[in-house]
């Protein structure tokens, strides 16, 4: 009996045809890039000068150091890259950013550091002869974590995120952002309930504009901003957990109930003791348990505010 799944294919070229590729048409344009026209380099008034022009959402692979273990660990960074635009220019070359990532990269240097990212920003508001050029690299961080009691390790991440702005004239400005997890368990609960207390995982995400002098060879600010959330929160979060760390987590969260609104009280005490932080904005939201809803609250503050 013939076998109705087996098809006579034609070969890929006519198979391509077949679903609607077509022969090239005539060529008028050049081909040779001295040849093209430079539209974005076309010189005249454009009305307006434009703050931040370029590409986002470049994955790229990335170094990351810590001062904690993994203290070198690749991940991937999604880069947003900027530059200003002077009213007389039509526009930014686009193809240098890729560029010299690409060059970085290939000279074995691009790691996601304070200096590495001063050097990028500036070389790029050279090659691209504009005055402000501004770079952001999302990645995830991972930091070993050990069972309070067995000791046993496994690893934890939190997103991070950072932020340098270049102009020529007044030099950088450093913006950092981490997002981490927490255990928070509800006082409220806990103060009514006969037995147990309701409990949840929380997400403190802090943005911190760094002051001018600050050093990342003595501070890691990941690991200053992950210490902020976890150290107020009601317990840690871990990756393994025997059952004598998970009586240790459950009696240390009981022990130190913690609303939103405490969360972000004792994370801005936190953050305004840190004499490199200039500005921050914190945020708690915690995946409530007894809800299908979240609980949200955050607190902005400049310390230039009280000077
Ligand atoms: N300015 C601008 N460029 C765009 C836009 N959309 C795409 N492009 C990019 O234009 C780039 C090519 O322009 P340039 O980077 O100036 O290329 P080029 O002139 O050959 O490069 P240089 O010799 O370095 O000046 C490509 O990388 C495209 O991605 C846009 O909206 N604005």
Redesign the pocket.
Known sequence: MKDERNVSLPNKAERHKLFGSVEPGPRSKPTK?HE?P????TKQDFLFDIDH?G?TNVKHPVIVNSHVTPHVQTTIGTFYMTSS?NKTH??????????LLNQYYENGELEVSLAFLKEFTAELSH?LEQEETTITVEFPWFFERRGPDSDKPGMNHADAKVTVHYHQTSGYHYTVSLKGTITTLCPCSKEISEYSAHNQRGNVSMEAELTGDFDETTTDWKLALLEAAESNASARIHPVLKRPDEKMVTEQAYENPRFVEDMVRLVAADLYEMPFIQKFTVTCQNEESIHLHDAIATITYDKSWHM
Do not use: A, Y
């Open positions: 890039k093209m430079d539209l974005q380099n022009v590409i635009v039509k526009g930014t070359n686009m193809s240098r950013f890729t560029e090659r």
